[in-house]
């Protein structure tokens, strides 16, 4: 089954920048809109940006100017810029996809995967 595995988190000072990136494997025939999400803790898991296949973002309103998001459609990867960090943006960042997998008997599976999650913590 396809996995989204992420890297680049850790621990920054108020102002500081840091880069995540999220890599899919498996039998991947096409990924459509890519996500990157974040949970604070004892809050709900919040949408932070999107881009689409095409490179179309959205970002929620408390990061846009600060963080940018790409993505390598053939390397099926997609990151997280950010710059001008807060502590506010500290919690778990997840990457998402919306993706077709092939499955074992060559059929196309809609498929909606999460990453493990990796931490961010920007202190004051």
């Known amino acids: 089954q396809v996995q989204l595995v992420e890297s680049g988190g850790g621990l920054v000072q108020s102002g500081g920048s840091l880069r995540l990136s999220c890599a899919a494997s498996?039998?991947?025939?096409?990924?459509?809109?890519m996500d990157w999400y974040r949970q604070a803790p004892g809050k709900e898991r919040e949408l932070v940006a999107t881009?689409?296949?095409?490179?179309?973002?959205n970002y929620v309103d408390s990061v846009k100017g600060r963080f940018t998001i790409s993505r390598d459609n053939a390397k099926n990867s997609v990151s997280l810029q950010m710059n001008s960090l807060r502590p506010e943006d500290t919690g778990v960042y997840y990457c998402?996809?919306?993706?077709?997998?092939?499955?074992?008997?060559?059929?196309?599976?809609?498929?909606?995967?999460w990453g493990q999650g990796t931490q961010v913590t920007v202190s004051s």
């Open positions: 881009i689409s296949r095409g490179g179309t973002t």
């Open positions: 498996g039998r991947i025939l096409r990924i459509d809109d």
């Open positions: 998402h996809a919306n993706l077709l997998e092939i499955g074992s008997g060559g059929e196309y599976i809609a498929y909606k995967p």
